[in-house]
Protein backbone atom coordinates (compact mmCIF):
# COMPACT_ATOMS: atom_id res chain seq x y z
CA UNK A 1 0.00 0.00 0.00
CA UNK A 2 1.18 3.97 -0.16
CA UNK A 3 0.86 6.80 1.95
CA UNK A 4 -1.81 9.44 1.32
CA UNK A 5 -1.49 11.23 -1.92
CA UNK A 6 0.00 14.85 -1.94
CA UNK A 7 -3.29 16.25 -3.28
CA UNK A 8 -5.28 14.83 -0.70
CA UNK A 9 -2.52 15.18 2.57
CA UNK A 10 -3.69 16.80 5.90
CA UNK A 11 -2.66 19.94 6.54
CA UNK A 12 -0.65 19.56 10.10
CA UNK A 13 2.48 17.47 9.92
CA UNK A 14 2.25 15.66 13.30
CA UNK A 15 -1.15 14.55 11.74
CA UNK A 16 0.37 13.37 9.05
CA UNK A 17 3.37 11.68 10.32
CA UNK A 18 0.42 9.80 12.40
CA UNK A 19 -1.38 9.26 9.09
CA UNK A 20 1.75 7.52 7.63
CA UNK A 21 2.40 5.49 10.75
CA UNK A 22 -1.69 4.62 10.45
CA UNK A 23 -0.74 2.75 6.71
CA UNK A 24 2.18 1.39 8.36
CA UNK A 25 -0.12 -0.71 10.91
CA UNK A 26 -2.71 -1.31 8.10
CA UNK A 27 0.41 -2.93 6.17
CA UNK A 28 1.85 -4.81 8.81
CA UNK A 29 -1.57 -6.41 10.01
CA UNK A 30 -2.65 -7.53 6.35
CA UNK A 31 0.65 -9.38 5.73
CA UNK A 32 0.23 -11.05 8.55
CA UNK A 33 -3.85 -11.53 8.54
CA UNK A 34 -3.01 -12.58 4.71
CA UNK A 35 -0.22 -15.05 5.45
CA UNK A 36 -2.76 -17.06 7.49
CA UNK A 37 -6.44 -16.60 5.78
CA UNK A 38 -7.78 -19.70 4.74
CA UNK A 39 -4.87 -21.74 7.01
CA UNK A 40 -5.60 -20.06 10.29
CA UNK A 41 -5.28 -22.52 12.37
CA UNK A 42 -6.57 -23.12 15.57
CA UNK A 43 -9.72 -21.52 16.92
CA UNK A 44 -10.73 -19.98 20.46
CA UNK A 45 -13.95 -19.26 21.93
CA UNK A 46 -13.49 -15.70 23.88
CA UNK A 47 -17.03 -16.65 25.36
CA UNK A 48 -16.84 -20.04 26.59
CA UNK A 49 -19.74 -21.09 27.53
CA UNK A 50 -22.29 -17.96 26.98
CA UNK A 51 -21.72 -17.81 22.98
CA UNK A 52 -19.27 -17.76 20.46
CA UNK A 53 -16.53 -14.92 19.42
CA UNK A 54 -13.75 -16.51 18.21
CA UNK A 55 -10.02 -15.50 17.97
CA UNK A 56 -7.15 -17.06 15.86
CA UNK A 57 -3.92 -16.80 15.98
CA UNK A 58 -4.11 -14.30 13.10
CA UNK A 59 -6.22 -12.09 15.16
CA UNK A 60 -3.36 -12.20 17.87
CA UNK A 61 -0.67 -12.05 15.63
CA UNK A 62 -1.71 -9.15 13.69
CA UNK A 63 -2.25 -7.13 16.65
CA UNK A 64 0.96 -8.10 17.85
CA UNK A 65 2.77 -6.58 14.94
CA UNK A 66 0.72 -3.62 15.13
CA UNK A 67 1.93 -2.55 18.74
CA UNK A 68 5.18 -3.73 18.17
CA UNK A 69 5.65 -0.95 15.16
CA UNK A 70 3.38 1.35 17.61
CA UNK A 71 6.44 0.64 20.38
CA UNK A 72 9.03 1.23 17.81
CA UNK A 73 7.51 4.33 16.56
CA UNK A 74 5.45 6.21 18.99
CA UNK A 75 5.82 4.72 22.04
CA UNK A 76 4.21 7.60 24.21
CA UNK A 77 0.90 6.62 22.73
CA UNK A 78 -2.03 4.46 24.06
CA UNK A 79 -3.20 1.25 22.47
CA UNK A 80 -6.54 0.11 23.08
CA UNK A 81 -6.38 -3.22 21.31
CA UNK A 82 -9.29 -5.72 20.78
CA UNK A 83 -7.06 -9.14 21.72
CA UNK A 84 -4.28 -7.24 24.40
CA UNK A 85 -6.80 -4.65 25.91
CA UNK A 86 -5.04 -1.22 26.69
CA UNK A 87 -1.95 0.07 26.89
CA UNK A 88 -1.64 3.70 28.72
CA UNK A 89 0.23 6.70 26.69
CA UNK A 90 1.15 10.10 27.85
CA UNK A 91 1.34 11.66 24.20
CA UNK A 92 -2.40 12.11 24.27
CA UNK A 93 -2.30 9.98 21.15
CA UNK A 94 -4.39 6.94 21.69
CA UNK A 95 -4.67 3.95 18.91
CA UNK A 96 -7.82 2.03 18.17
CA UNK A 97 -7.17 -2.30 17.22
CA UNK A 98 -9.36 -4.24 16.11
CA UNK A 99 -6.61 -6.56 13.86
CA UNK A 100 -9.42 -8.62 12.35
CA UNK A 101 -12.93 -7.36 12.34
CA UNK A 102 -15.44 -10.31 11.00
CA UNK A 103 -13.05 -13.03 12.51
CA UNK A 104 -16.21 -15.53 11.48
CA UNK A 105 -16.08 -15.02 8.28
CA UNK A 106 -12.00 -15.19 7.87
CA UNK A 107 -12.31 -18.53 10.09
CA UNK A 108 -15.19 -19.60 6.94
CA UNK A 109 -12.94 -18.47 4.44
CA UNK A 110 -15.31 -15.69 3.29
CA UNK A 111 -13.44 -12.39 2.28
CA UNK A 112 -15.58 -10.40 3.89
CA UNK A 113 -13.20 -9.11 6.99
CA UNK A 114 -11.37 -6.01 7.47
CA UNK A 115 -8.86 -4.64 9.85
CA UNK A 116 -9.88 -1.54 11.46
CA UNK A 117 -7.11 0.88 12.69
CA UNK A 118 -8.60 4.08 14.77
CA UNK A 119 -6.65 6.75 15.99
CA UNK A 120 -7.51 9.40 18.36
CA UNK A 121 -6.06 12.83 19.99
CA UNK A 122 -7.63 14.08 23.71
CA UNK A 123 -10.47 12.08 23.09
CA UNK A 124 -11.22 13.47 19.33
CA UNK A 125 -11.08 10.91 16.24
CA UNK A 126 -8.26 12.15 13.68
CA UNK A 127 -7.51 8.96 11.35
CA UNK A 128 -9.53 5.85 10.86
CA UNK A 129 -8.76 3.08 8.11
CA UNK A 130 -11.05 0.28 7.18
CA UNK A 131 -8.20 -2.02 5.53
CA UNK A 132 -9.40 -4.63 3.48
CA UNK A 133 -6.31 -7.25 2.29
CA UNK A 134 -8.06 -9.57 0.34
CA UNK A 135 -9.55 -7.55 -2.40
CA UNK A 136 -6.56 -4.88 -1.80
CA UNK A 137 -9.10 -1.75 -0.72
CA UNK A 138 -8.09 0.51 2.15
CA UNK A 139 -10.54 3.28 3.07
CA UNK A 140 -8.66 6.18 4.75
CA UNK A 141 -10.16 9.56 6.76
CA UNK A 142 -9.07 12.12 8.79
CA UNK A 143 -10.07 14.93 9.75
CA UNK A 144 -9.76 16.72 6.62
CA UNK A 145 -10.06 14.72 3.69
CA UNK A 146 -10.71 11.14 2.67
CA UNK A 147 -9.33 8.19 0.42
CA UNK A 148 -9.31 4.81 -1.10
CA UNK A 149 -6.99 2.94 -2.19
CA UNK A 150 -7.75 0.19 -4.46
CA UNK A 151 -5.37 -1.98 -5.78
CA UNK A 152 -2.72 0.84 -5.73
CA UNK A 153 -5.30 3.40 -7.29
CA UNK A 154 -5.92 6.30 -4.97
CA UNK A 155 -8.79 8.66 -5.21
CA UNK A 156 -9.95 11.37 -2.90
CA UNK A 157 -13.53 10.58 -1.24
CA UNK A 158 -15.87 13.21 -1.02
CA UNK A 159 -19.61 13.87 -0.12
CA UNK A 160 -21.93 14.46 -3.14
CA UNK A 161 -22.90 18.05 -2.97
CA UNK A 162 -26.30 17.17 -4.12
CA UNK A 163 -28.67 17.92 -1.30
CA UNK A 164 -31.61 16.14 -3.03
CA UNK A 165 -32.70 12.80 -1.99
Known amino acids: ?3 PSSASSPASPELQA ?13 TVS ?4 RQHGKTDNKLGD ?3 DPVTQ ?12 LEKEAPEDAINGEEFGVKDGTSGWTWYLDPIDGTRAFISGLPSWTSLIGCVYDGDPKIG ?3 QPWL ?3 YVGWTDGAESHI ?6 LKVDPEEKL
Request: net charge negative; charged share 40%.
Open 58 to 69: ADRDAEMVMRDT
Open 34 to 37: LGLF
Open 18 to 30: RLTLAHKLADAAR
Open 1 to 3: MTE
Open 50 to 52: KGF
Open 151 to 156: RGEISP
Open 129 to 131: IID
Open 136 to 138: DER
